[in-house]
């Protein structure tokens, strides 16, 4: 038997730049994962640097153009990082965890994106020289495949959608296919539109698998970073200190509206201080959102500090995106920013934020979340007394909701604002406040305020911020003295929601626009409860049911996908024997068209999947069919000597064929033909 024929030269050179293009779509698939331009940077030169090698190289041993590989390899590490980076094989090691404890898109720095550099080029490579130093067909994609299965697990909770990558892949394999296969040029043009149909129902049909809908996430079975202490200092030690130099400029914020700037959240107590128990995630600029589904408005804000010290990143609640600031990290609990950047004057960053705006039925129906560790007190007699005066303050409030808006009337009625009070939150600290002097700032008011909420089962927590400062120009001035600490409740579905039991210097009334609107809003719902107890609290709940049947998650129905795919696999089991019948009697030279003349004859005959069998054997098991003979003598003569037949002889072997055909269907039942065209298998014949 003689050796296979070498493809021509530009056969092989369309392989490889195949290959190059399925490895670089592969990397693409991280495009969940990075954000694309940074990403793009390392996938290009990791996916053609090889094939390009392997173009150069074809005539020499293998251990030449891996050596060559490898130092290209290397060399393109000091791009990425900006520099000689001899510790990148550690960062390599580290990438995996570090993505997995990573808020998606993951920052792109050299330290993460070195993992996608370090999966594309290798699978290159591979690809790459099996297509230049083997005939196999599929195998040299198989390493991209790893590859885009490596990128699918590690994006799975990324933004965006990897049906495109998907649907580039399948294409691209089936072009590798038909070049592989040496079919005349003409096959790739006829190939195309079918393997578009691939892709087009494997982009319609994919997010309709259950695998699509509920994928499995590594991320849940990640072990997150521990709680860590931010700064010596906690803001709330620090909101004394603040107010006695009010005028001392810390940060600018321009804005859409004037909104409180949000700093630290505070929600671990242990009877001296407030601290904070989040646990923070490098992000590349996403923050998760909580669990409030409603209605929001969209806040935009761009912060620029000037004499604000610390890692802590002000900015409206709830955010959503944070854009150019370096080090970012994020707790997706409580949403709160940091940075490991070093900060200073001229520090800046851009927020996108969404403010929650429950409407009056959410408020009167909320329901307080289920978290033991919310509703914690330490140990210590000063319990009592918080118990007791929160019951006090609370009297006739039957409703969660109406019990915290009380006990922020009562807080803000029978105690002064005053700069001058002595600091600290400690139990002793807040019981002189609550029982001798009734006089503090924002710090015992709100630390007050959580602590009484938790002895009535409120999980609650302390908030650390600012005012919206004085507004100049649509920019406002935050100044030391605008430093605010509130509180906040946590309820099912609504989230957390703030409670604001410090009054204004004048008293009563606050001297703040915001926390004057949430006050007034308090207090109209307050009234609420006073004409008619919880009856009409539960009454607007009871009209936001939804009737009739709908979608739970906005999901396609079942039938849809029950029908689809049963549906499309007919189509294609009808288009695809006359597409390929058509391409055998159309397509390539003399000789190609009676080879294939003769793989249809022997479909038509069911012997297609049979391709041991030599032609003698095929004439002798079907006997009855007398055009099958010369047919075979054809195959034969083009077997040995293609050169010498002519467009008369490939007429000829078509008309056995048809005869043949004609023969099959006389011969076989209906039943038998049906269930041939329908066999998976016929879907890999050639």
Same mark, same amino acid.
């Given at each position: 038997?003689?050796?296979?024929?070498?493809?021509?030269?530009?056969? #092989?050179?369309?392989?490889?730049?195949?290959?190059?293009?399925?490895?670089?779509?592969?990397?693409?698939?991280?495009?969940?994962?990075?954000?694309?331009?940074?990403?793009?940077?390392?996938?290009?030169?990791?996916?053609?640097?090889?094939?390009?090698?392997?173009?150069?190289?074809?005539?020499?041993?293998?251990?030449?153009?891996?050596?060559? /590989?490898?130092?290209?390899?290397?060399?393109?590490?000091?791009?990425?990082?900006?520099?000689?980076? %001899?510790?990148?094989?550690?960062?390599?090691? /580290?990438?995996?965890? $570090?993505?997995?404890?990573?808020?998606?898109?993951?920052?792109?720095?050299?330290?993460?994106?070195?993992?996608?550099?370090?999966?594309?080029?290798?699978?290159?490579?591979?690809?790459?020289?099996?297509?230049?130093?083997?005939?196999?067909?599929?195998? %040299?994609?198989?390493?991209?495949?790893?590859?885009?299965?490596?990128?699918?697990?590690?994006?799975?909770?990324?933004?965006?959608?990897?049906?495109?990558?998907?649907?580039?892949?399948?294409?691209?394999?089936?072009?590798?296919?038909?070049?592989?296969?040496?079919?005349?040029?003409?096959?790739?043009?006829?190939?195309?539109?079918?393997?578009?149909?691939?892709?087009?129902?494997?982009?319609?049909?994919?997010?309709?698998?259950?695998?699509?809908?509920?994928?499995?996430?590594?991320?849940?079975?990640?072990?997150?970073?521990?709680?860590?202490?931010?700064?010596?200092?906690?803001?709330?030690?620090?909101?004394?200190?603040?107010?006695?130099?009010?005028?001392?400029?810390?940060?600018?914020?321009?804005?859409?509206?004037?909104?409180?700037?949000?700093?630290?959240?505070?929600?671990?107590?242990?009877?001296?201080?407030?601290?904070?128990?989040?646990?923070?995630?490098?992000?590349?600029?996403?923050?998760?959102?909580?669990?409030?589904?409603?209605?929001?408005?969209?806040?935009?804000?761009?912060?620029?500090?000037?004499?604000?010290?610390?890692?802590?990143?002000?900015?409206?609640?709830?955010?959503?995106?944070?854009?150019?600031?370096?080090?970012?990290?994020?707790?997706?609990?409580?949403?709160?920013?940091?940075?490991?950047?070093?900060?200073?004057? +001229?520090?800046?960053?851009?927020?996108?934020?969404?403010?929650?705006?429950?409407?009056?039925?959410?408020?009167?129906?909320?329901?307080?979340?289920?978290?033991?560790?919310?509703?914690?007190?330490?140990? +210590?007699?000063?319990?009592?007394?918080?118990?007791?005066?929160?019951?006090?303050?609370?009297?006739?409030?039957?409703?969660?909701?109406?019990?915290?808006?009380?006990?922020?009337?009562?807080?803000?009625?029978?105690?002064?604002?005053?700069?001058?009070?002595?600091?600290?939150?400690?139990?002793?600290?807040?019981?002189?406040?609550?029982?001798?002097?009734? #006089?503090?700032?924002?710090?015992?008011?709100?630390?007050?305020?959580?602590?009484?909420?938790?002895?009535?089962?409120?999980?609650?927590?302390?908030?650390?911020?600012?005012?919206?400062?004085?507004?100049?120009?649509?920019?406002?001035?935050? #100044?030391? +003295?605008?430093?605010?600490?509130?509180?906040?409740?946590?309820?099912?579905?609504?989230?957390?929601?703030?409670?604001?039991?410090?009054?204004? #210097?004048?008293?009563?009334?606050?001297?703040?626009?915001?926390?004057?609107?949430?006050?007034?809003?308090?207090?109209?719902?307050?009234?609420?409860?006073?004409?008619?107890?919880?009856?009409?609290?539960?009454?607007?709940?009871?009209?936001?049911?939804?009737?009739?049947?709908?979608?739970?998650?906005?999901?396609?129905?079942?039938?849809?996908?029950?029908?689809?795919?049963?549906?499309?696999?007919?189509?294609?089991?009808?288009?695809?024997?006359?597409?390929?019948?058509?391409?055998?009697?159309?397509?390539?030279? $003399?000789?190609?068209?009676?080879?294939? $003349?003769?793989?249809?004859?022997?479909?038509?005959?069911?012997?297609?999947?049979?391709?041991?069998?030599?032609?003698?054997?095929?004439?002798?098991?079907? %006997?009855?069919?007398?055009?099958?003979?010369?047919?075979?003598?054809?195959?034969?003569?083009?077997?040995? $000597?293609?050169?010498?037949?002519?467009?008369?002889?490939?007429?000829?072997?078509?008309?056995?064929?048809?005869?043949?055909?004609?023969?099959?269907?006389?011969?076989?039942?209906?039943?038998?033909?049906?269930?041939?065209?329908?066999?998976?298998?016929?879907?890999?014949?050639?």
């Amino acid at each position: 038997m003689t050796a296979p024929t070498p493809s021509p030269a530009w056969r #092989r050179l369309a392989a490889l730049a195949v290959v190059a293009a399925i490895t670089g779509t592969a990397g693409w698939g991280f495009h969940r994962v990075f954000p694309t331009t940074d990403l793009l940077a390392v996938v290009v030169p990791a996916a053609c640097v090889p094939a390009l090698v392997a173009a150069l190289t074809r005539t020499k041993p293998l251990w030449r153009p891996l050596v060559l /590989n490898v130092l290209l390899f290397a060399a393109a590490t000091v791009p990425l990082y900006g520099g000689l980076a %001899p510790h990148f094989p550690l960062d390599l090691a /580290n990438a995996w965890q $570090a993505l997995l404890t990573t808020l998606l898109p993951a920052p792109a720095e050299p330290r993460l994106l070195v993992l996608v550099h370090a999966l594309v080029w290798p699978a290159a490579i591979a690809g790459a020289e099996t297509i230049t130093r083997t005939r196999l067909r599929l195998a %040299p994609a198989l390493p991209a495949f790893l590859v885009y299965g490596v990128a699918l697990l590690l994006g799975v909770d990324g933004e965006g959608s990897n049906l495109a990558p998907t649907a580039v892949l399948l294409v691209l394999s089936g072009v590798l296919l038909v070049l592989r296969e040496d079919r005349p040029a003409t096959w790739l043009v006829a190939a195309l539109p079918a393997l578009g149909v691939v892709a087009l129902a494997a982009s319609l049909l994919g997010p309709l698998l259950p695998m699509a809908r509920e994928p499995y996430n590594p991320r849940t079975d990640a072990e997150l970073p521990p709680p860590v202490r931010v700064g010596s200092v906690s803001p709330l030690d620090r909101v004394s200190a603040w107010l006695q130099i009010p005028d001392r400029p810390l940060f600018t914020v321009k804005a859409d509206k004037p909104l409180n700037w949000r700093l630290a959240v505070l929600d671990r107590y242990d009877g001296v201080r407030w601290t904070s128990g989040a646990r923070f995630q490098p992000t590349g600029g996403r923050v998760p959102s909580d669990e409030w589904t409603g209605r929001t408005t969209t806040v935009r804000q761009t912060v620029t500090f000037e004499q604000l010290q610390g890692t802590w990143m002000p900015a409206a609640e709830r955010p959503a995106e944070v854009t150019g600031a370096r080090g970012l990290a994020v707790d997706p609990d409580s949403g709160a920013l940091l940075t490991s950047a070093k900060t200073g004057r +001229g520090f800046r960053y851009q927020v996108v934020s969404r403010v929650a705006a429950p409407t009056r039925e959410d408020l009167l129906a909320a329901v307080p979340a289920a978290d033991p560790a919310l509703t914690a007190f330490p140990p +210590g007699p000063q319990e009592e007394l918080f118990r007791r005066t929160a019951r006090q303050a609370t009297k006739g409030a039957d409703t969660p909701i109406g019990q915290a808006y009380r006990l922020q009337k009562f807080l803000r009625t029978t105690a002064k604002y005053d700069i001058t009070a002595p600091p600290g939150h400690s139990l002793k600290a807040l019981e002189f406040f609550m029982d001798t002097t009734y #006089r503090g700032t924002s710090e015992q008011f709100a630390s007050a305020f959580a602590l009484m909420a938790r002895t009535l089962g409120l999980p609650a927590r302390v908030v650390v911020g600012f005012r919206p400062g004085a507004p100049e120009n649509g920019v406002y001035h935050v #100044r030391s +003295g605008h430093v605010l600490a509130w509180a906040e409740i946590k309820f099912e579905k609504l989230g957390w929601r703030p409670f604001y039991p410090t009054p204004g #210097r004048s008293g009563a009334k606050d001297d703040h626009d915001v926390v004057s609107a949430e006050i007034q809003e308090s207090e109209q719902l307050e009234g609420e409860f006073g004409q008619g107890g919880t009856s009409k609290a539960k009454e607007p709940a009871a009209k936001k049911t939804p009737v009739g049947p709908v979608a739970s998650d906005g999901a396609s129905p079942w039938w849809w996908t029950a029908a689809a795919v049963p549906l499309l696999y007919l189509v294609v089991a009808a288009a695809l024997p006359w597409w390929r019948r058509r391409s055998r009697r159309r397509g390539g030279t $003399a000789a190609d068209r009676v080879m294939g $003349a003769w793989r249809q004859a022997c479909d038509d005959l069911g012997l297609g999947g049979e391709r041991t069998l030599t032609a003698a054997e095929v004439v002798a098991g079907h %006997p009855d069919a007398r055009e099958l003979r010369p047919l075979a003598d054809l195959a034969n003569h083009v077997r040995y $000597a293609p050169d010498t037949l002519g467009e008369e002889g490939a007429e000829a072997a078509w008309r056995c064929s048809d005869a043949v055909r004609a023969h099959a269907r006389r011969t076989r039942s209906v039943r038998a033909r049906l269930l041939r065209r329908l066999d998976p298998r016929a879907f890999t014949r050639s």
